[in-house]
C-alpha cells in the first residue's frame, strides 16, 4: 500500500492552472522532497493533500483512505507555516491543545519538547519567538502523535546551521523508525543530504527523478597556501577546483581522493577537510535555469 497515492490532480486560481493532472505515489519508508521556484505550486500541492483546499480533479489517498476522511490524522501530519501559530499562547499552549484535539497522552508533550530540544522557550509566548524558534515549535506540534507520515512545508526555514543539522539528523533518524517523509525546501544542499528522490514541480506539471544520477562528491580543504595548492591540483587534470568562502573545492570525478590527498600533502598542510554531496543543485538548474 501506498502511503500517498495522488492521481490526475489538477488546481487552478480563476485562470491560472498551478497543478496540471499531476500524479504521484509516495511508498511506506521513503524520504522524498519537493522542489521548485516560489509560486511553482508546493504549497499548493502540499495544501490539496491536506484537503486544506479543494482540488479540482484527481483523487488523493493517504495511509490507503481518502485525504478527506479526518481519521488519517491519527498518524499523518502537516506541519504549515507559522500563520497557524497564535502570539498570545506559549509554545506550550499550543502542544497541550493539539494533546487534546488529537486525545494524545500528556507524555506526548514531554517526548516531543525532548525530541526538539525548545525546553528552554516552551513556556514564553510566541510572540517573543525569533523565526527558528516557531520552525522548531512547528516541528514539535507535528511530532506529538508518532505520525506514519510526516509533511513538512519548508521545515528548514529561518533555522541556524546547529538546528539546521538536528533537524536533518532528526529526520533521517525518524525515517529509519519507519515514518514517511515528504517535505519542501529550497535547501538543495539539504536535499542532498537526506534523500536521491525528488519531485520538481515546473509549469504545473511534476518531473520525478532519482537525483542520485547527478549527485557527486566535492571535497572541501583549508590549505596554508591555497593560491600554490590550486595551481596543482589544476594540474593534475581531470579535476574541477574551485574556491569557495575560503575553502579550496575540488570535484575528484576520475582521479579519486587519495592521489588528490597526496599531491596536497606534498605541496602543503592541510589544516581541515570535509565532504558534501550535490547534484540537486545541478539539476535544479537544467531544469529552471540559474534565476
Not at 500528556?106 to 523565526?131: C, H, M, P, Q, W
Amino acid at each position: 500500500m501506498s502511503v500517498l497515492s495522488v492521481k490526475d490532480l489538477s488546481k487552478s486560481y480563476g485562470k491560472h492552472k498551478v497543478l496540471d493532472n499531476v500524479s504521484l505515489e509516495i511508498r511506506p519508508g521513503e524520504l522524498v522532497a519537493l522542489v521548485g521556484p516560489n509560486g511553482s505550486g508546493k504549497t499548493t500541492f502540499l495544501n490539496c493533500i491536506a484537503n486544506v483546499i479543494n482540488i479540482d480533479s484527481g483523487t488523493v489517498e493517504i495511509l490507503g483512505k481518502p485525504h478527506t476522511d479526518v481519521s488519517i490524522f491519527h498518524k499523518y501530519s502537516y506541519m504549515i507555516d507559522n500563520t497557524v501559530l497564535y502570539g498570545y499562547l506559549t509554545g506550550l499552549d499550543h502542544l497541550k491543545f493539539v494533546c487534546e484535539t488529537r486525545k494524545l497522552s500528556k507524555d506526548a508533550v514531554r517526548k516531543a519538547v525532548e525530541t526538539i530540544g525548545i525546553k528552554n522557550f516552551i513556556t514564553k509566548k510566541v510572540k517573543e519567538y525569533s523565526l527558528g524558534m516557531k520552525q522548531q515549535l512547528l516541528l514539535a506540534m507535528a511530532i506529538l502523535n508518532e505520525p506514519d507520515f510526516l509533511v513538512l512545508d519548508e521545515p528548514f526555514n529561518g533555522l541556524d546551521p546547529t538546528t539546521i543539522i538536528k533537524v536533518r539528523k532528526l529526520l533521517m533518524e525518524l525515517r529509519e523508525q519507519g515514518t514517511t517523509v515528504f517535505l519542501s525546501s529550497h535547501n538543495l544542499a539539504e536535499v542532498d543530504q537526506m534523500t536521491s528522490h525528488i519531485v520538481f514541480v515546473k509549469d504545473g506539471k511534476f518531473i520525478v527523478e532519482d537525483i542520485s544520477k547527478y549527485q557527486e562528491d566535492v571535497y572541501f580543504f583549508k590549505v596554508k597556501n591555497p593560491d600554490s595548492t590550486i595551481g596543482h591540483l589544476q594540474a593534475m587534470g581531470q579535476l574541477t577546483v574551485y574556491r569557495e568562502n575560503g575553502e579550496i573545492a575540488v570535484k575528484t570525478e576520475g582521479v579519486g581522493l587519495n592521489p588528490v590527498l597526496e599531491r596536497i600533502q606534498q605541496m602543503d598542510e592541510i589544516e581541515s577537510m570535509r565532504k558534501e554531496i550535490v547534484g540537486a543543485e545541478k539539476r535544479y538548474v537544467s531544469l529552471y535555469g540559474e534565476t
